[in-house]
């Protein structure tokens, strides 16, 4: 059994964008990203092996795949990527914390 916040330790100053595992089992696993003013990397995009359900609980972000959609989620949007749908993040919002929930099913 675990417990905790998902709003605890959540830097003032976040040079870097973080990926924390809640919980990593086989079948699932359920991650949290802290964002801001970050982006994917120009060049590549995701293609996971998994599906992807995400959820910005706190903050703004753009979701772009590689056939032009675009999703822009502000707080209490989700979206579900299936497998091998490549995307990237294209833009967080760069005043505020953007806090996502992944879940890897």
Do not use: C
């Amino acid at each position: 059994m675990s417990q905790g916040n998902i709003f605890d330790k959540i830097p003032d100053d976040l040079l870097n964008e973080q990926f924390q595992d809640i919980i990593s089992t086989p079948g699932v696993r359920i991650e949290r990203i802290i964002s801001k003013g970050h982006s994917s990397p120009q060049s590549g995009w995701y293609d996971q092996q998994e599906n992807e359900w995400v959820i910005v609980l706190e903050g703004a972000g753009v979701v772009v795949f590689e056939d032009g959609r675009e999703f822009k989620l502000k707080k209490g949007d989700y979206l579900n990527i299936p497998q091998h749908t490549k995307h990237k993040v294209k833009w967080t919002d760069p005043s505020n914390i953007t806090v996502w929930l992944a879940v890897f099913y």
